[in-house]
């Protein structure tokens, strides 16, 4: 933990329970000083592979160390640029990996970070990883779905059956040169609130308002075991890659904490190349001149034609007005034509002021308060999850799944989810002892 913070977190990745390999990566790059915090804060990241096996690691991994490296350069200017031209350098050094080996070609990988700065969180995100805040009794989704059903749901009335996978993704870092990366925040953070940064191994089998209730009512460390754990319940069929942060009292919004605007696009360089010549200005400035000779009343050739059109009388002061403002008309159209050609170009830096966002989250929010129906549905799949055990392992997992039911019925419901997590713990634990005897046995 950083100097000066009083943040807690616990990060975990686990292989899941029918794949062959894991092509989930995690990072975590905390301040190690007060001033460093203020400059860059908290980094947490979450990504996940695409591709084949090879491919999918060697994507994420890439996320993993290059996202960081490079957030840090930056960010002392603008952390939500630096945020952003992160993911866009690392999602160019992937796809130039995958175009350089055959065996790499296509590859991705979602990747979805998290800020934690002392004006608030700030989210980076690429395709369906999540990042969750919890809040009291409510969670809250801080990104959205990069995913065809999400669009789709997106694109239908609520109440709308939709029958799309939601495995396909529709926005990712690798396969292309350039990735529009969606840049959210900063959410203000309040003392006590928990961020939460998942792949899709966990949030495709365990509910928001479950997600919401372990990690609200528990340590970051417990939180993020009990949820892993609830994921291998109900099958992990997919890497499970999760980071739990508890914000403390340091780590709460100030709004004096930092007052000056981010800028949000890369500074121009102090003299920039001179434009184009001015030839329009120009074009006026030569048939100003021109006109101006022309109707010179001290000339012959003036005085002759405009004494035949209005008179000898009137021709002197007309051509004196005319070649006056011609001249007059001369003399601004080259200074404009100078200024123009002369003045460097200064393209516009966008900035965020202090007190504004970027982006339209949170896009969904559950309540997920400690509820007899939510801690039921968790029980009741640590109880199914038992029926394909050994009868020693049955009955312990029996044992302990009873056991929680005990202060869910007596309404203790701190207790009970406790017990939740104990459960979850020792259904793990089997898991975990099953994998080691199959490694021992070849």
């Keep these: 933990m950083g100097s000066g913070t009083s943040l807690e977190y616990c990060d975990l990745t686990d292989i899941g329970r029918r794949r062959a390999n894991n092509q989930d990566a995690k990072a975590v790059l905390p ?20 591709g084949a ?55 991705g990988t979602t990747c979805t970070v998290l800020a934690l700065l002392p004006r608030g969180a700030l989210v980076g995100h690429v395709g369906d990883s999540r990042a969750y805040r919890i809040r009291g009794d409510r969670i809250e989704q801080l990104s959205q779905d990069h995913s065809l059903a999400w669009q789709m749901e997106a694109e239908h009335p609520a109440g709308t059956e939709i029958t799309v996978p939601k495995n396909i993704i529709t926005r990712s870092m690798g396969p292309h040169p350039q990735v529009a990366v969606d840049i959210e925040g900063p959410f203000p953070v309040e003392v006590g609130d928990v961020f939460l940064l998942c792949s899709d191994g966990l949030s495709g089998q365990v509910a928001d308002e479950e997600i919401g209730l372990l990690a609200g009512h528990l340590p970051p460390a417990a939180a993020a075991a009990a949820l892993l754990g609830l994921a291998l319940v109900r099958g992990a069929p997919d890497n499970v890659t999760l980071i739990v942060a508890r914000a403390g009292e340091k780590e709460a919004s100030r709004a004096t904490a930092d007052s000056t605007p981010w800028p949000l696009t890369e500074e121009s360089p102090a003299v920039a190349e001179q434009p184009a010549v001015p030839w329009k200005m120009l074009t006026v400035a030569a048939v100003s001149l021109l006109v101006a000779l022309i ?82 549905g968790i029980v009741a799949s640590v109880e199914s999850a038992a029926d394909g055990l050994a009868t020693r392992d049955r009955d312990r997992l029996r044992e302990v799944a009873m056991a929680a039911r005990t202060p869910l019925a007596a309404g203790d419901m701190p207790e009970a989810v406790a017990a939740a997590a104990r459960a979850i713990g020792v259904y793990r634990g089997l898991v975990e002892a099953l994998r080691q005897d199959d490694t021992a046995h070849g």
Aim: charged share 15%; glycine share 8%; hydrophobic share 50%.
């Design 31 to 50: 301040p190690w000083s007060s001033e460093q915090y203020r400059r860059r804060g908290w980094l947490f990241l979450v990504a996940d592979g695409m």
């Design 295 to 376: 109707c010179n009343p001290w000339t012959v050739a003036a005085e002759g034609w405009l004494s035949g059109l209005i008179g000898p009388d009137l021709a002197p002061a007309v051509a004196f007005v005319v070649s006056t403002a011609m001249a007059l008309l001369f003399v601004g159209a080259v200074a404009a034509a100078l200024l123009t050609y002369l003045a460097p170009v200064q393209a516009a830096v966008r900035i965020l002021p202090p007190g504004t966002m970027l982006g339209g989250g949170p896009y969904r929010s559950y309540a997920c308060a400690a509820s007899p129906d939510l801690l039921d």
């Design 53 to 107: 096996h090879a491919a999918g690691e060697m994507a994420s991994a890439l996320a993993a160390e290059h996202v960081p490296l490079l957030y840090e350069k930056t960010a002392p200017r603008s952390p939500p640029l630096a945020l952003k031209s992160s993911i866009e350098q690392a999602n160019a050094e992937i796809h130039t990996r995958g175009e350089h080996a055959a065996d790499l070609r296509g590859m």
